[in-house]
Protein backbone atom coordinates (compact mmCIF):
# COMPACT_ATOMS: atom_id res chain seq x y z
CA UNK A 1 0.00 0.00 0.00
CA UNK A 2 3.04 2.49 1.13
CA UNK A 3 4.36 1.73 -2.51
CA UNK A 4 0.86 2.44 -3.98
CA UNK A 5 0.71 5.83 -2.21
CA UNK A 6 4.28 6.71 -3.32
CA UNK A 7 3.81 6.21 -7.07
CA UNK A 8 0.37 7.65 -6.80
CA UNK A 9 2.21 10.82 -5.28
CA UNK A 10 4.72 10.70 -8.11
CA UNK A 11 2.62 10.55 -11.14
CA UNK A 12 0.18 13.39 -9.44
CA UNK A 13 3.35 15.77 -8.90
CA UNK A 14 4.57 15.10 -12.37
CA UNK A 15 1.19 15.71 -13.82
CA UNK A 16 0.69 19.09 -11.90
CA UNK A 17 4.94 20.32 -12.93
CA UNK A 18 3.76 19.40 -16.78
CA UNK A 19 0.34 21.35 -16.66
CA UNK A 20 2.07 23.93 -14.56
CA UNK A 21 4.95 24.29 -17.27
CA UNK A 22 2.79 24.25 -20.50
CA UNK A 23 0.75 26.76 -18.83
CA UNK A 24 3.76 29.42 -17.68
CA UNK A 25 5.20 28.78 -21.10
CA UNK A 26 2.27 29.18 -22.95
CA UNK A 27 3.72 26.29 -25.18
CA UNK A 28 1.62 25.62 -28.16
CA UNK A 29 -0.52 22.25 -28.33
CA UNK A 30 0.55 21.34 -31.24
CA UNK A 31 3.91 20.72 -29.98
CA UNK A 32 2.91 19.45 -26.54
CA UNK A 33 -0.49 19.53 -25.14
CA UNK A 34 -0.95 20.02 -21.40
CA UNK A 35 -2.25 16.78 -19.10
CA UNK A 36 -5.80 18.08 -19.10
CA UNK A 37 -6.03 18.28 -22.92
CA UNK A 38 -4.22 14.19 -23.09
CA UNK A 39 -6.59 12.89 -20.73
CA UNK A 40 -9.44 14.94 -22.54
CA UNK A 41 -8.57 13.00 -25.79
CA UNK A 42 -8.72 10.01 -23.89
CA UNK A 43 -11.64 10.57 -22.54
CA UNK A 44 -13.43 10.84 -26.15
CA UNK A 45 -11.34 8.19 -27.68
CA UNK A 46 -12.95 5.63 -24.30
CA UNK A 47 -16.29 7.15 -24.84
CA UNK A 48 -16.34 6.78 -28.73
CA UNK A 49 -15.52 3.13 -28.73
CA UNK A 50 -11.94 3.74 -29.96
CA UNK A 51 -10.38 2.42 -27.32
CA UNK A 52 -11.74 -0.50 -27.02
CA UNK A 53 -11.85 -1.67 -30.84
CA UNK A 54 -8.23 -0.63 -30.67
CA UNK A 55 -7.33 -3.18 -27.99
CA UNK A 56 -9.42 -5.84 -29.57
CA UNK A 57 -7.84 -5.52 -32.96
CA UNK A 58 -4.44 -5.60 -31.42
CA UNK A 59 -4.24 -7.99 -28.77
CA UNK A 60 -6.09 -10.23 -31.06
CA UNK A 61 -3.05 -9.81 -33.61
CA UNK A 62 -0.55 -10.24 -30.35
CA UNK A 63 -2.06 -13.11 -29.59
CA UNK A 64 -1.70 -14.97 -32.67
CA UNK A 65 1.91 -13.71 -33.06
CA UNK A 66 2.88 -14.85 -29.34
CA UNK A 67 1.90 -18.36 -29.71
CA UNK A 68 3.65 -18.75 -33.41
CA UNK A 69 6.34 -17.43 -31.57
CA UNK A 70 6.66 -19.44 -28.11
CA UNK A 71 6.21 -22.43 -30.25
CA UNK A 72 9.20 -21.34 -32.51
CA UNK A 73 11.44 -20.76 -29.57
CA UNK A 74 10.73 -23.55 -27.88
CA UNK A 75 11.72 -25.49 -30.67
CA UNK A 76 14.93 -23.71 -31.67
CA UNK A 77 15.77 -23.40 -27.79
CA UNK A 78 15.74 -27.44 -27.42
CA UNK A 79 17.69 -27.53 -30.37
CA UNK A 80 20.41 -25.45 -29.79
CA UNK A 81 20.40 -26.80 -26.22
CA UNK A 82 20.53 -30.09 -27.51
CA UNK A 83 23.11 -29.73 -30.76
CA UNK A 84 26.63 -28.40 -30.66
CA UNK A 85 26.69 -28.09 -34.10
CA UNK A 86 23.45 -26.22 -34.28
CA UNK A 87 24.28 -23.97 -31.08
CA UNK A 88 27.57 -23.38 -32.79
CA UNK A 89 25.82 -22.38 -36.21
CA UNK A 90 22.36 -21.18 -36.00
CA UNK A 91 23.09 -20.05 -32.48
CA UNK A 92 25.45 -17.98 -33.51
CA UNK A 93 22.88 -15.92 -36.22
CA UNK A 94 20.00 -15.75 -33.57
CA UNK A 95 22.63 -13.98 -31.11
CA UNK A 96 22.85 -11.97 -33.67
CA UNK A 97 19.44 -11.80 -34.81
CA UNK A 98 18.63 -10.17 -31.34
CA UNK A 99 20.45 -7.28 -31.71
CA UNK A 100 18.55 -5.91 -34.71
CA UNK A 101 15.26 -3.79 -33.55
CA UNK A 102 12.08 -5.19 -34.40
CA UNK A 103 10.96 -2.13 -36.56
CA UNK A 104 14.09 -2.34 -38.39
CA UNK A 105 12.45 -5.74 -40.29
CA UNK A 106 9.39 -3.20 -41.25
CA UNK A 107 10.70 -2.54 -44.86
CA UNK A 108 10.93 -6.43 -45.24
CA UNK A 109 7.81 -7.19 -44.20
CA UNK A 110 5.60 -4.88 -46.26
CA UNK A 111 8.05 -6.24 -49.45
CA UNK A 112 6.80 -9.93 -48.10
CA UNK A 113 3.48 -9.68 -47.33
CA UNK A 114 1.97 -6.21 -48.21
CA UNK A 115 0.48 -3.72 -45.35
CA UNK A 116 -1.59 -6.44 -43.96
CA UNK A 117 -2.08 -8.45 -40.95
CA UNK A 118 0.59 -11.02 -41.76
CA UNK A 119 3.25 -8.26 -41.57
CA UNK A 120 2.22 -6.95 -38.17
CA UNK A 121 2.36 -10.62 -37.28
CA UNK A 122 5.45 -11.17 -38.72
CA UNK A 123 7.04 -8.56 -36.94
CA UNK A 124 5.76 -9.71 -33.45
CA UNK A 125 6.64 -13.43 -34.22
CA UNK A 126 10.23 -12.04 -34.50
CA UNK A 127 10.07 -9.72 -31.64
CA UNK A 128 9.39 -12.92 -29.49
CA UNK A 129 10.80 -15.69 -31.12
CA UNK A 130 14.26 -15.08 -30.15
CA UNK A 131 14.53 -13.86 -26.67
CA UNK A 132 12.39 -17.20 -26.19
CA UNK A 133 14.78 -19.34 -27.92
CA UNK A 134 17.66 -18.15 -26.06
CA UNK A 135 15.96 -18.71 -22.97
CA UNK A 136 14.97 -21.82 -23.85
CA UNK A 137 18.67 -23.10 -24.60
CA UNK A 138 20.01 -21.40 -21.44
CA UNK A 139 17.68 -23.03 -19.10
CA UNK A 140 18.18 -26.53 -20.83
CA UNK A 141 22.17 -25.86 -20.64
CA UNK A 142 21.98 -24.77 -17.33
CA UNK A 143 20.15 -27.56 -15.63
CA UNK A 144 22.16 -29.02 -12.69
CA UNK A 145 24.21 -31.59 -13.53
CA UNK A 146 23.17 -33.07 -10.25
CA UNK A 147 19.92 -34.16 -11.76
CA UNK A 148 20.98 -35.33 -14.37
CA UNK A 149 23.12 -38.18 -12.64
CA UNK A 150 20.80 -38.87 -10.47
CA UNK A 151 18.35 -39.62 -12.74
CA UNK A 152 20.63 -41.44 -15.00
CA UNK A 153 21.76 -43.31 -11.39
CA UNK A 154 18.49 -44.53 -11.45
CA UNK A 155 17.92 -46.01 -15.26
CA UNK A 156 16.66 -42.85 -17.15
CA UNK A 157 18.45 -41.98 -20.15
CA UNK A 158 17.20 -40.56 -24.01
CA UNK A 159 13.76 -39.09 -24.07
CA UNK A 160 13.01 -40.15 -20.61
CA UNK A 161 15.49 -38.10 -19.13
CA UNK A 162 15.17 -35.40 -21.45
CA UNK A 163 11.10 -35.14 -20.67
CA UNK A 164 11.34 -36.30 -16.85
CA UNK A 165 14.28 -34.17 -15.97
CA UNK A 166 15.98 -31.61 -18.23
CA UNK A 167 12.67 -29.91 -18.95
CA UNK A 168 10.79 -29.80 -16.39
CA UNK A 169 14.29 -28.26 -14.38
CA UNK A 170 14.05 -25.78 -17.36
CA UNK A 171 10.66 -23.98 -16.61
CA UNK A 172 11.63 -21.53 -14.86
CA UNK A 173 13.58 -20.22 -17.54
CA UNK A 174 10.78 -20.87 -19.75
CA UNK A 175 8.50 -18.75 -17.92
CA UNK A 176 10.77 -16.30 -18.23
CA UNK A 177 11.21 -16.46 -21.48
CA UNK A 178 7.55 -16.25 -22.35
CA UNK A 179 7.46 -12.74 -19.78
CA UNK A 180 10.15 -11.19 -22.38
CA UNK A 181 8.36 -12.54 -25.22
CA UNK A 182 5.49 -10.62 -24.13
CA UNK A 183 7.54 -7.47 -23.54
CA UNK A 184 9.14 -7.64 -26.56
CA UNK A 185 6.23 -8.77 -28.84
CA UNK A 186 3.97 -5.83 -26.96
CA UNK A 187 6.63 -3.37 -28.73
CA UNK A 188 6.88 -4.82 -31.85
CA UNK A 189 3.00 -4.75 -31.92
CA UNK A 190 3.01 -1.04 -31.91
CA UNK A 191 5.76 -0.91 -34.35
CA UNK A 192 4.23 -3.01 -36.96
CA UNK A 193 0.86 -0.95 -36.15
CA UNK A 194 2.44 2.31 -36.97
CA UNK A 195 2.17 0.63 -41.04
CA UNK A 196 -0.98 -1.42 -40.48
CA UNK A 197 -4.34 -0.38 -42.66
CA UNK A 198 -6.86 -1.63 -39.95
CA UNK A 199 -8.01 -0.88 -36.81
CA UNK A 200 -5.56 -1.01 -33.64
CA UNK A 201 -3.57 1.45 -31.14
CA UNK A 202 0.02 1.89 -33.44
CA UNK A 203 -2.62 2.78 -36.39
CA UNK A 204 -4.68 5.21 -34.42
CA UNK A 205 -1.33 6.75 -33.12
CA UNK A 206 0.32 6.93 -36.66
CA UNK A 207 -3.67 8.44 -37.73
CA UNK A 208 -3.28 11.17 -35.26
CA UNK A 209 0.26 11.96 -35.60
CA UNK A 210 -0.64 12.94 -39.48
CA UNK A 211 -3.22 14.91 -38.46
CA UNK A 212 -0.99 16.86 -35.82
CA UNK A 213 -3.30 15.66 -32.66
CA UNK A 214 -0.78 15.13 -30.31
CA UNK A 215 -3.13 14.89 -27.37
CA UNK A 216 -4.23 11.54 -29.01
CA UNK A 217 -0.88 10.71 -29.71
CA UNK A 218 -0.22 11.27 -25.91
CA UNK A 219 -3.20 9.71 -24.70
CA UNK A 220 -2.73 6.59 -26.58
CA UNK A 221 1.50 6.12 -25.60
CA UNK A 222 -0.11 6.26 -21.70
CA UNK A 223 -2.63 3.36 -22.40
CA UNK A 224 0.25 1.94 -24.74
CA UNK A 225 2.36 2.31 -20.93
CA UNK A 226 -0.40 1.41 -18.49
CA UNK A 227 -1.27 -1.87 -20.30
CA UNK A 228 2.53 -3.12 -20.74
CA UNK A 229 3.03 -2.56 -17.04
CA UNK A 230 -0.57 -3.92 -15.94
CA UNK A 231 -0.11 -7.27 -17.29
CA UNK A 232 3.46 -7.53 -16.62
CA UNK A 233 3.32 -6.56 -13.27
CA UNK A 234 -0.31 -8.06 -12.57
CA UNK A 235 0.16 -11.67 -14.81
CA UNK A 236 3.74 -12.53 -15.90
CA UNK A 237 5.61 -11.24 -12.88
CA UNK A 238 3.11 -13.01 -10.39
CA UNK A 239 3.29 -16.19 -12.41
CA UNK A 240 6.72 -16.21 -12.59
CA UNK A 241 7.17 -15.56 -9.00
CA UNK A 242 5.20 -18.40 -7.97
CA UNK A 243 6.88 -20.65 -10.30
CA UNK A 244 10.05 -19.76 -8.97
CA UNK A 245 9.18 -20.09 -5.30
CA UNK A 246 7.21 -23.45 -6.34
CA UNK A 247 11.06 -24.70 -7.66
CA UNK A 248 12.45 -23.50 -4.73
CA UNK A 249 14.60 -20.53 -6.74
CA UNK A 250 13.26 -18.14 -4.02
CA UNK A 251 11.47 -17.68 -1.10
CA UNK A 252 8.11 -17.30 -0.27
CA UNK A 253 6.87 -13.72 0.71
Do not use: C
Not at 88 to 93: A, N, P, Q, V
Not at 198 to 207: A, D, N, R, S, V
Amino acid sequence: MRLLTKRLVFYVALFAVWELAIRLFGISPVIMPAPTDVFRALGEMIGDGTIARDLGASFMRLAVGLVIALLIGLALGILLAKSKTADDTLGSLILALQSIPSIVWLPLAIMWFGLNEKSVIFIIVLGSAIVMTINVRTGIQNVSPIYIKAARTMGSSGPDLFFRVLLPASVPYFVTGIRLAWAFGWRALMAGELLSTGPGLGYTLKYASDFGRMDMVLAIMIVIGIIGVTVDLLLFQRFEQRVRVKWGLEAAH
